[in-house]
Each structure stands twice: as structure tokens, then as C-alpha cells.
């Protein structure tokens, strides 16, 4: 494997044409998240093997694992974004200190989190949203997934920061890697083995830590910015830094946890079916925008080194690129989940009509917004990466917890359990709308900017 210096990747990262660069870097993103979300549908389709309640719980489950992933995702969107400035200016010291101190800090929290949910498994099981008949699943499942919170966020903030120095290749191996391994030990674990929904858990969980050494590894090997403990600095100003660039993520991932929580127990009326159905869609729904954020991922490292480097006209060009490459690519998705929404769902809970029922509408009423998420992504994505915090943070707030929150909470006694299946599609909707004149306005700065360049000052315009 060949090593690049920093100079190579500015080079790289400033120079080569703008599509071209964001498609080599997003193809290695799409395809490793393709794989981690395949490996968590796996548990979905194997678990839904056992039963309606195990599959139940597995979608309960689904909010502590965002909980963990938004601090891996806040400390390594923190670190990365504001690292690939940083090289795009030229400071390897900074990044440096962005990336050890993101990386250490991720492990912190997150054994924090293991911490604290081993002693209250039980309550925060309620809490999320078990029934009676779904708890012990709930306990079982959550029970490794804790022991993993570590691994689980520190692959993340490695993962991230490889992306921002344009290494998405090489974070693609580690995620790749222990997708791959999950997929086999699954099955093992379940059925061969007979652990049951531990099982799948259990193999969730070595997945994670595999991952998590292999991630490491190739970031010392190939990494542009080392990990070194002498370099971790939490300082007001360095953790105010990663907090300008992570806030957004942390908004957008725990947000997503405390929305899935309400759904959960505004489907509990409902039963165990309705539970599972939408923990069902939420993962259709996640393999979906694996692609749309693998793309945005790609973008995320150009927009970066290329801001830093005051290129402001490649940061445009890509941002247009990239809506309208993805709004094309999610119509055409849209329409084959539309047409196809039964077998797909059905795919997961054979054998049961009502969770199927419940799941096509869920499913298919969501395929009317699903290319409004290309503008909705890739805007975020561009005011984080630019260091717009308060706005990045607002708009990442907005489709979960601002629309989705409130929605769940108030639909479901109006107009039943359509009132959870039609949240989404109306939160989407909403914040799409909200989006336009936050997205317009950096747009317009850089607009600005460029014309500063062409025309310097004392220069006829």
C-alpha cells in the first residue's frame, strides 16, 4: 500500500478534477455502509426468525445504538471536518491534536455509556420502549451491545477521520471486514449454537471490535494523522473545536435515538407487530440512505481540504453534484420500494401478515419524500464540513426531533396508527422546506467568495 505525504494529498484533494475525486472517494463510503447496514438488517432477518417480540426488541435496541454512534459520530464528524481544514491549511500539528483527542474522548464517554446502562439495563429497556413479552429479548440483545460501546464508537471517530484525510478506501476495509464477519457469525451464533437474539447480539458485538482493531491498525499504518496519547489535549479551545464541527452529528444521531424511542412507545398500543414493522421500514430505510450518505461522505473531505485551502469554487461545484447525482438515484429507489414494498418487508417477517400490513403503508407512504433526503443530506453535510455549527446543528435537529418528536406524539390519537406511518414522510417534508433558505445563504457566501477571487480588490468587474 502506497503512503501518501501530506503535501501528496493536498495535492490530490485540490487538484483533481471535483466529480471525479468525489466519486473515488464516495464509491469505498457507499459500499461500506452498505455492508454495516446489511449487517444490522441480518439481525432484523435472522432474529425475525425466532419471533414477532425478538424482532420487536431488536428495533428497541436500535435507539441505544444510536446513542452510542452519536458519540462516535460527534467526535469523529469533530475531529475530521475541522482536521481536513486543518490540512487544507496546511497544520499537521492541529490535526494531530483534533484527531488523538477525538479519538480518546469517544472512548471515554462511551465506556461511560457501558457503564451506566449495565446498571440500569433493565429500567432503560422499559424506557426505550419494551412491552412486557418484548423485555427479555430487549435485556438479552442490549446486554452485549453495551460491553461493545467502546469499540463501537471508536471505529466510528477512526472511520470518520480516515474520510476527512481521503483515505475512505481504507476506512472501508475495517467496516467491510466486520460486516462480512457478522453476516456468517449471525446464523452460528442463533441457530447453530442456540444462543437465540444473544447470538445475534454477541456477534454484533465481536463484529464491532474486529472492525475496531483493523481501523486502528491501517490508521497507523497509512494515515495521513497519527493517534498518540501525548497528543490528546481536551482543552477548552480544542474540545470547543471538535464541538463546532460534531455538534450537527450529535444533534442528528441522539435525536434519532430519542424519536425512535417515541415511536416505539407510540406503537406499544398497538402490539408487538407494529413495534417490529417500523423497526422493519427503519432498516429499509437505512440501506437506503447508506448510499445517499456514502456520496455525502465522499463530498465531506473535498469540501473540506478545498475550504481550508479557500478553493471555494470546487466546494460549490461539488455540493451540486452531488443533489443532483443523488435526487436521480433516489427516484429510481423510491419507485422500486413503492412497487415492491410487500415482498420487501415481507422478506424480513415472513409468516406474519400484520406486521407485512402494517410495514407496506409505513413503507410506501415514505417513497413520496425519499428524494427530498438528496437536498436534505448533502446541505447538512456542506454547512457542517464549512463550519456553519448553529445552522448544521438546527437543520440536523429539525427532520428528527423539531418534526418527527412532536408528530409521533400527537398524530397516533387523531388518526391512529397511521399517525406513525405517515410521521416521517411529513417530518421529511417540513424540513426540507426549512432547509432551503439555510442552504441558499452559505450558497450565496460562497458565491461571494468566488467573485472576490475573480475580481481582487482595485481590479474592474
Known sequence: MKIQTADEKFREMTETPVRRLILALSVPTVISNLISTLYNAADTFFVGQISTSASAAVGVALSLQAIIQAIGFFFGQGSGNNMSRRLGAHDEKTAEILASTGFFSALIFSSLVTILGLLFLRPMSIFLGSSETILPYAMDYMLWILLSAPFMAASLVLNNQLRFEGNSFYSMIGLTTGGILNLFLDPLFIFVFGLGIS????????????????????????????????????SARILGTITNGGLPSLCRQSVASVAMIALNNAALPYGDAAIAAMAIVNKIGNFTNSILIGVGQGYQPVCGYNYGAKLYTRVKDGFWFCVKLMTFVLLALALIEFIWATP??????????????????????????????????????????????????????????????????????????????????????????????????????????????SFPAGASR
Open 344 to 453: 420487501i418487508v415481507g422478506f424480513f417477517r415472513k409468516g406474519d401478515p400484520e406486521v407485512i400490513a402494517i410495514g407496506d403503508i409505513a413503507l410506501r407512504l415514505r417513497c413520496f419524500t425519499l428524494p427530498l433526503s438528496s437536498w436534505l443530506i448533502i446541505s447538512n453535510m456542506l454547512l457542517q464540513t464549512t463550519g456553519k455549527m448553529w445552522r448544521a446543528s438546527i437543520l440536523g435537529f429539525a427532520r428528527q426531533g423539531l418534526m418527527l418528536i412532536p408528530l409521533v406524539l400527537i398524530l397516533p390519537p387523531l388518526i391512529g396508527i397511521w399517525g406513525i406511518q405517515v410521521a416521517q414522510p411529513l417530518a421529511d417534508t417540513i424540513a426540507f422546506a426549512i432547509s432551503i433558505p439555510m442552504t441558499t445563504g452559505i450558497l450565496r457566501e460562497l458565491n461571494n467568495e468566488v467573485k472576490e477571487e
Open 199 to 234: 447470538g445475534a447480539a454477541i456477534a454484533t458485538a465481536i463484529s464491532q471490535v474486529v472492525s475496531f482493531i483493523i481501523l486502528f491498525i491501517l490508521s497507523e499504518r497509512i494515515g495521513t494523522v497519527k493517534i498518540r496519547p501525548r497528543a490528546f489535549k481536551p
